[in-house]
């Protein structure tokens, strides 16, 4: 149990639907991130929000709309997405906590998801 | 520019010693982390060096040359639940973001 949750941990969706991915941590942390890991690629940081600001925004497509309501609380809003973006999508967190001891990121199980 | 370069694969037996190198090239520079990730896991965090250096952590150490834009991990003792992807990810300077690499998978045998 690493203290991020991630749901669901798998979608399949259409090109035409819109979906929300949601990520919670129970760690006390004030940062949230949200990755995109592709076969053969590198984790790519899309979105990072520290105390539910946006701080940075890796020049991701605006089909792709993140939402911080709290700082336990991440969604990634998802519309009308194309098959390329099918991908593991990772949610992390980090901070100044009694657990983190170098603000490392801890991070979700993902979401697998898969673009027909 | 920003770049990291790993191994892509290496294969080691049980029981030896395995060094994972790491070169970067970032605009910035606040850490340097190393993650672990097995097939269809998350990953999860193994070292953090900041500073010049060695850090030994049980089983694994990490060593940092800022200089030289180099790290590496080692990793002694090899067990098969060694098996994984090791991410080399430098921070930024903002500390707002890991940078990672592509990965090294190791390959554990008996």
């Known amino acids: 149990e690493t203290g991020v949750t991630q749901t669901p941990r798998h979608l399949v969706m259409g090109m035409t639907n819109k979906k929300s991915l949601k990520c919670e941590q129970h760690l006390g942390h004030n940062a949230m991130y949200w990755y995109k890991q592709s076969a053969k690629k590198p984790l790519e940081l899309m979105f990072v929000y520290s105390l539910e600001e946006r701080v940075e925004n890796n020049s991701v497509p605006s089909r792709f709309s993140p939402e911080c309501p709290n700082s336990s609380h991440l969604f990634l809003h998802l519309h009308t997405l194309q098959p390329e973006d099918s991908a593991l999508y990772l949610c992390?967190?980090?901070?100044?906590?009694?657990?983190?001891?170098?603000?490392?990121?801890?991070f979700g199980p993902g979401t697998r998801l898969t673009v027909l | 520019g920003q770049n990291i370069d790993q191994p892509t694969e290496m294969t080691a037996t049980e029981g030896a010693i395995v060094q994972i190198n790491c070169t970067y090239q970032?605009?910035?520079?606040?850490?340097l982390f190393w993650y672990q990730q097995h097939a269809g896991e998350a990953p999860t965090f193994l070292s953090y060096?900041?500073?010049?250096g060695l850090e030994e952590k049980g089983r694994f150490s990490s060593f940092l040359s800022r200089s030289k834009g180099y790290s590496y991990l080692l990793l002694k003792e090899l067990q098969m639940k060694d098996s994984a992807s090791y991410l080399c990810a430098p921070m930024n300077q903002a500390g707002t973001a890991l940078i990672f690499g592509k990965g090294t998978t190791l390959s554990v045998s008996s």
């Open positions: 970032t605009s910035g520079f606040n850490g």
């Open positions: 060096n900041v500073l010049d």
């Open positions: 992390a967190s980090s901070g100044t906590s009694g657990r983190s001891s170098y603000n490392e990121q801890f």
